[in-house]
């Protein structure tokens, strides 16, 4: 028996790891390109991003190479009569589907390492290196185009010199919804400083309406200060629970349960206090409504933190789901393509299973259905990959 195991098992990892290269590098050269197109980032920060956005491309490669590999192998043992000379031996065919699902099992616990360190690792490190190269982005992009532009500012210049804007025109516009500032100045310089997460832009002899006061031929240098955010469309994300690390999740669980107890207590003595004070209108003023909302974003934040390990570990163990579903479809398409096979596996995939995926998180997070909600997809695809099993094993 053992032959068997290590026959099936040695073709079954190099199908994988060739596979697992060739999709891993397609993706991470979508990845990297439609970053590089975004942003407009240089070579070295490009370099900088890669080892940031290969778990992300792993965690997507991942399912799809088990799910070819499984329909290349078995269904080449199915069209050259392997498994019919098994039988023939009075051997059952699971004898080399078992390997399979012991390394897919394994592969799946990979995946979900891989989920979990592609969102609370390689997502923040992605956006900490475009908004530590932000100075190159600025630059480059008034180097090509003569004109930069990004949610709170807009700058347009006749020429750059080395790190001199010359005439620069700068459009500023303020988050709180007021009117855009419009200035130009001789020359300007941009500092960008990602530890404090401040931009500096320094111009010289400023001209224009600055925030509501008029400058006129100002001789002196002008500072003015912007957040990160407002030069780049990448935000600098707080630890919430998409990005939250599975090991910290149960005691982000544990801080917003005791918010929300907190916050149930202080809304209680508020409302008793207007009760014994008969301020009853003040019970629905907006210290009251402040109250509600803060009780209804702890709930939300707590929902989400308790679906959270769900959708790894679903996302992760998709790949046990997807081998059990290619497996008997490969063997009963003894005689067609591996390509075809793939396709006629993924096809139901990409129909059914990634939207019981999906709205099964969606409404989880929205708190319609339970945590588990999100393994829908995984439970439906295993119990029909198994009755597909054993209808081939039995016929």
């Known amino acids: 028996m053992r032959i068997f195991t290590r026959y099936v098992l040695l073709d079954l990892i190099k199908v994988i790891l060739l596979t697992l290269c060739g999709m891993t590098s397609v993706i991470i050269l979508a990845f990297v390109a439609k970053e590089a197109v975004d942003e407009g980032l240089g070579p070295v920060a490009i370099i900088r991003l890669m080892p940031y956005i290969m778990p992300e491309a792993m965690r997507y490669a991942v399912p799809g190479t088990v799910l070819l590999a499984v329909t290349s192998l078995y269904g080449r043992m199915s069209a050259s009569n392997e498994l019919t000379a098994i039988k023939s031996l009075g051997i059952s065919p699971m004898v080399v589907i078992w390997p399979m699902l012991a390394l897919t099992a394994l592969i799946s616990f990979g995946t979900v390492w ?10 923040l490190g992605v956006q900490r290196v475009v908004l530590e190269s932000l100075e190159e982005i600025v630059y480059g992009k008034l180097n090509s185009r003569r004109t930069f532009s990004a949610p709170g500012v807009t700058i347009t210049v006749l020429g750059v010199d080395g790190r001199r804007m010359i005439q620069p025109t700068v459009t500023i516009r303020e988050s709180s919804g007021e009117s855009e500032s419009i200035v130009t100045a ?13 931009v500096t832009l320094r111009l010289v002899n400023l001209v224009g309406r600055l925030r509501g006061q008029i400058k006129i031929g100002s001789p002196d240098v002008e500072e003015l200060d912007f957040s990160l955010e407002s030069f780049s469309r990448k935000k600098r994300q707080a630890l919430d629970a998409s990005t939250c690390p599975l090991s910290k999740i149960p005691n982000a669980i544990g801080d917003q349960e005791a918010l929300m107890v907190q916050t149930r207590q202080e809304m209680a003595a508020v409302a008793t206090y207007f009760l014994v004070t008969g301020d009853l209108d003040s019970l629905s003023g907006e210290d009251w409504r402040e109250h509600q909302q803060k009780l209804s974003r702890a709930a939300s934040m707590l929902t989400r933190l308790k679906t959270e390990p769900h959708r ?18 490969a063997i009963r398409r003894r005689h067609g393509e591996f390509l075809a096979s793939f396709f006629v596996c993924f096809l139901p995939i990409l129909v059914a299973f990634y939207p019981m995926l999906f709205l099964g998180i969606e409404w989880a997070k929205d708190g319609i259905l339970p945590p588990v909600a999100v393994w829908t997809g995984n439970i439906v695809f295993a119990a029909w990959g198994i009755w597909l099993l054993r209808r081939v094993l039995r016929f």
């Open 114 to 123: 891989l989920n979990d360190i592609a969102v609370s690792w390689g997502r």
């Open 186 to 198: 001789d020359e300007a310089e941009l500092i960008a400083d990602p530890g404090k997460g401040t």
């Open 312 to 329: 790894r570990w679903a996302n992760g163990f998709c790949c046990l789901s997807f081998a059990l579903v290619g497996v008997p479809i």
